[in-house]
């Protein structure tokens, strides 16, 4: 591991990248086994609870349980996902109340696997969902896979979260802004911040050079409406300012000589290096 002098950020080594890998492979995974329990009449604690199941199963340490809350006094977070649904934004805490046909639930999870970190979210339709949701979705998917290609074309963040915020603008949705995305490694939250818009700062000495070492993790959250966010009385869940819905795609995603690599895909054909527990789980959603 080597450090961007410019910057507070660890450049990871191939060796190291491919450590982070079966981190991303147990949090592919994870998704897998949410997938197909996002139906009508289901719980997102039930969902949770079979997340941290498998987390349990193969030894990995969920990231997310007991994460400290940034105020101080109030609960640290009690679960190993968050499960945000419809209008939240992030931040959600599962609960008992069962899922509805036209919902959206946005999951996020992470875990650390023999020290190395993997992060990654999806939001889910609840059956079918009107077009204006559909749209929500195919936007906040498509502005993730954009930042990930551009990676491969782009030599400053700065530049490829100016075409983020302008994708998501093009179709008239408002990009979260006070939520952003991070580095990632041996620790969930590394250097640099990872922005999913163009900003003053952005332009100085917050942006940072896309060089082979570098992971983030990439996570746009698209609003329908405005792009307030605020906090419920759990102190922790994020819902839009006026009650419209709200999405949020994230990958793990590695800077490699022979590109960017997204770290919490589904495993390649020919790959060997899966993390206990993942055999026979090789469908994709």
């Given at each position: 591991m080597k450090r961007d002098r410019a910057h507070r950020i660890e450049l990871k080594s191939k060796r190291e990248i491919g450590l982070m890998r079966q981190a991303g492979l147990a949090v592919w995974q994870a998704h897998?086994?949410?997938?197909?329990?996002?139906?009508?009449?289901?719980?997102?604690?039930?969902i949770d609870a079979a997340i941290e199941a498998y987390f349990e199963k193969i030894g990995a340490e969920p990231l997310f349980k007991?994460?400290?809350?940034?105020?101080?006094?109030?609960?640290?977070?009690?679960?190993?996902?968050?499960?945000?649904v419809n209008e939240a934004v992030v931040h959600g805490i599962p609960d008992d109340r069962p899922l509805e046909a036209g919902d959206i639930v946005s999951i996020d999870t992470g875990c650390r696997l023999h020290g190395w970190c993997g992060d990654a979210a999806i939001t889910h339709p609840i059956?079918?969902?009107?077009?204006?949701?559909?749209?929500?979705?195919?936007?906040?998917?498509?502005?993730?896979?954009?930042?990930?290609?551009?990676?491969?074309?782009?030599?400053?963040?700065s530049q490829i979260a100016q075409q983020m915020g302008q994708y998501v603008a093009d179709h008239r949705l408002a990009t979260v802004e006070c939520f952003v995305g991070h580095g990632i490694g041996r620790q969930m939250h590394e250097d640099p911040q990872v922005p999913n818009?163009?900003?003053?700062?952005?332009?100085?000495?917050?942006?940072?050079?896309?060089?082979?070492?570098l992971v983030i993790a990439i996570e746009p959250m698209v609003n329908v409406g405005t792009k307030q966010v605020?906090?419920?009385?759990?102190q922790w869940t994020q819902v839009t300012a006026d009650g419209q819905r709200s999405a949020h795609f994230e990958h793990t995603v590695a800077?490699?000589?022979?590109?960017?690599?997204?770290?919490?895909?589904a495993p390649a054909p020919a790959e060997s290096m899966d993390p206990p527990g993942l055999a026979g789980g090789k469908n994709s959603n």
């Open positions: 897998q086994i949410a997938a197909p329990l996002m139906v009508p009449g289901n719980t997102t604690r039930q007991n994460y400290p809350n940034s105020m101080r006094g109030q609960p640290a977070f009690p679960a190993v996902t968050c499960m945000s059956g079918a969902v009107d077009p204006q949701t559909q749209q929500l979705l195919d936007v906040t998917s498509g502005v993730l896979d954009l930042a990930i290609e551009l990676l491969a074309s782009k030599n400053r963040w818009f163009r900003s003053r700062s952005l332009s100085g000495s917050s942006d940072f050079d896309i060089q082979p070492g605020k906090m419920l009385r759990d800077v490699t000589e022979d590109g960017p690599r997204a770290l919490t895909t």
